[in-house]
């Protein structure tokens, strides 16, 4: 009975084992999805940030943060270079109408739009060191010669193919650039296909010449070397093509994948927890289940043990008269196993008050220790205040007798040297007395006073100066024969006229400082009005340049009466500024000169206004932006304008403000 229940209890250790194997496994394998889970989660955070900055500033698609860092140093260091080093190249380049082509472009010359382009070595180590400035140090450094013309590719050395090759669908306005990716990237020699099938059939069955590399829609290359045909998938990191100008879709695309990737990583979280629940739950059963069956097996073993000790005694005592039966026997087992129950219940709580006494002998012992040594912190501190003590009593005997001797040489030297002094004081004081009694009778101590006094003088000095007086007494009494009285009057008269030209002279001061301080106050509003309104027709000038795209600066010089414009157009990404508008085309120069026409405009307060031949030199788009925002603004204005063109205003509609009029074609 008891090795039935061993058994049942080992097939049940066997079944748990194999659960829990099994648990552990799908734990494996669930904390595996949530890691794949969690980097998909992260690249997609980190694509949808490079996204948003591509939508704020299309630069950082080709380098993020780091590029505009360098572009920023090469501002700085841009006397340096023999010639304003191109890039990135990504930044200059633009898709032709059709962004169905944007994720094939990025597989075929993806590595070249983050490149910079210099036109010597030595441009190229100062660019190398601007990019360690700005600590961009996988920089892809290109040296292409500036002065080479466009490059013009005939016809008859390009793929005979009806597809796009990849230099077709882009657009640049820097012959460099397309010189670069036609020499460097072999972009006239790589074909653009639809799909899979499409490029299997140009790339492997017609031997196209000067066909380089075929590239899918999706991602796919295909090329032929010899007799070896290569098809390779699509990078998985690249998901759209950093030249596609749909951003805020992509964002979309991003998010909704992002909320969702976001959901299964809960969820597999969620997941795993409760498998790792059931998996500690299977354990702890398991380890109960094994201590039950260890248990069992111990209680089966002394049950065997004692029927083989039964049996071997029964073989070897004589055989007694009356035969014990089999019922007694098993009764004889079964008290035996109860015994031996009670005897391990009695021995496991004995071993737990066992425990229990240990663990608070062990308490206990860490207390006394503590007690010791709390005991022994205290024992030093009253050693060390007792040290104190002592040394504070010996100072104070040391203190005591150096007061009883002090107090000795006091009394024996120092009290009659005092008592001589004090009388000698006194004696010194009385002739004091009697000295300026007698002084008093000669010279009173009020005219003293008024001549300021003879304090620290002895009678040698006093008889020196009286003397000098007598002469310059004598002196001026020979120079003016006026009385004293007389020249004590005139001295009054002139300290009255003194007086009063003073207290004019101080309000005379107070308005010349109340005028200063108003001046001063004025000349600041006047500067601050002045530096207003420079800063206003920049925004407004710089508000109607933005219209086509193009970003400009008015620089207003008040001391030196000069006035300059700055302009900088959109494909010039070097950060070089058109300081004169005669470095510019005579459209946009004619556009140029309109915004700053408006801006000044807006600023000035006029009944009407009339403008002639605002157009000239500009292209068609100029042209329309250019009407478009005149009439816009005078529209908005609500002034009356007259604006005179030679050219087709039919593209104006004529509203309840706005009337045409259109001369007459002059006669042959």
Not at 625 to 652: C, Y
């Amino acid at each position: 009975m008891a090795q039935n229940v061993v058994s049942r209890l080992q097939e049940e250790e066997n079944e748990l084992s194999e659960r829990l194997s099994r648990a552990r496994d799908a734990l494996k394998d669930l904390g595996n999805e949530v890691k794949d889970n969690e980097r998909k989660y992260n690249g997609l955070c980190s694509q949808l940030h490079a996204l948003k900055q591509q939508r704020t500033n299309k630069v950082t698609a080709f380098g993020g943060q780091k590029v505009l860092s360098l572009l920023q140093v090469i501002e700085t260091h841009q006397r340096k270079f023999k010639s304003p080093p191109i890039g990135p190249i990504g930044a200059h380049v633009s898709l032709v109408n059709n962004e169905i082509w944007a994720l094939a472009v990025e597989c075929a010359i993806g590595r070249l739009l983050d490149a910079f382009i210099v036109t010597d070595h030595k441009d190229s180590l100062v660019l190398r060191a601007c990019a360690r400035e700005a600590n961009y140090f996988n920089l892809q450094i290109i040296i292409y010669d500036f002065s080479r013309p466009r490059l013009n590719i005939p016809s008859h050395l390009l793929p005979s193919t009806c597809h796009p090759t990849t230099i077709s669908v882009l657009h640049t306005e820097i012959p460099t650039i397309w010189n670069v990716l036609v020499d460097m990237g072999g972009a006239e020699r790589q074909v653009l296909v639809q799909n899979y099938d499409m490029g299997k059939n140009v790339a492997f069955e017609p031997r196209i010449q000067h066909l380089k590399e075929v590239f899918t829609s999706d991602g796919f290359r295909m090329f032929c070397r010899g007799s070896v045909q290569t098809t390779l998938p699509p990078n998985k990191r690249i998901r759209n093509g950093r030249l596609c100008s749909s951003i805020e879709n992509q964002i979309q695309d991003l998010e909704n994948e992002l909320k969702i990737v976001q959901e299964l990583l809960k969820d597999g979280k969620l997941r795993k927890r409760n498998v790792e629940i059931a998996s500690q739950n299977l354990e702890a059963e398991l380890q109960n289940l094994k201590r039950r069956r260890i248990g069992e097996e111990r209680v089966f073993r002394s049950k065997q043990l004692a029927w083989k000790d039964m049996n071997s005694s029964k073989i070897v005592e004589p055989a007694p008269g009356p035969t014990t039966s089999m019922e007694e026997t098993q009764r004889e087992i079964i008290q035996v196993q109860e015994d031996i129950k009670s005897k391990e219940l009695i021995l496991e709580q004995v071993l737990l008050r066992m425990n229990m006494v240990e663990a608070k002998a062990s308490d206990l012992k860490r207390s006394f220790e503590n007690l010791c040594d709390s005991a022994n912190v205290e024992i030093d501190g009253i050693e060390g205040a007792e040290r104190e003590l002592l040394q504070t009593e010996q100072e104070i005997h040391a203190a005591e007798a150096e007061k009883a001797h002090y107090d000795r040489v006091m009394q024996n030297k120092v009290l009659h040297d005092i008592t001589e002094a004090e009388s000698c004081l006194k004696e010194l004081q009385h002739n004091r007395e009697e000295s300026f009694r007698k002084a008093s009778i000669i010279c009173p101590e009020s005219e003293m006073v008024s001549f300021e006094g003879c304090v620290g003088s002895n009678p040698e000095q006093l008889s020196a100066k009286l003397q000098r007086l007598s002469q310059r007494l004598l002196q001026e009494t020979r120079r003016f024969t006026e009385s004293i009285d007389d020249l004590r009057l005139l001295h009054d008269n002139k300290q009255l006229k003194i007086a009063k030209r003073q207290r004019t002279y101080a309000s005379f001061r107070e308005k010349l400082e109340a005028c200063e301080k108003a001046l001063e106050l004025r000349w600041n509003k006047f500067h601050r009005n002045a530096n207003l309104l420079k800063r206003e027709l920049t925004w407004k000038f710089n508000g109607h340049l933005m219209k086509k795209g193009i970003t400009g600066k008015i620089m207003v010089d008040y001391e030196r009466k000069i006035l300059s414009v700055e302009v900088k157009m959109p494909q010039d990404a070097s950060g070089n500024n058109v300081r004169d508008t005669r470095g510019l085309s005579g459209g946009e120069r004619s556009f140029s000169t309109l915004c700053f026409a408006l801006a000044l405009h807006d600023m000035i307060e006029a009944p009407f206004r009339s403008m002639d031949e605002f157009d000239v030199f500009m292209d068609a788009v100029s042209r329309k932006i250019s009407l478009d925002a005149l009439v816009e603004f005078a529209t908005n204005q609500g002034s009356q304008w007259i604006i005179v063109t030679p050219h087709d205003i039919s593209m104006v509609k004529t509203g309840e403000r706005i009337r045409k009029q259109q001369m007459a074609a002059p006669r042959s």
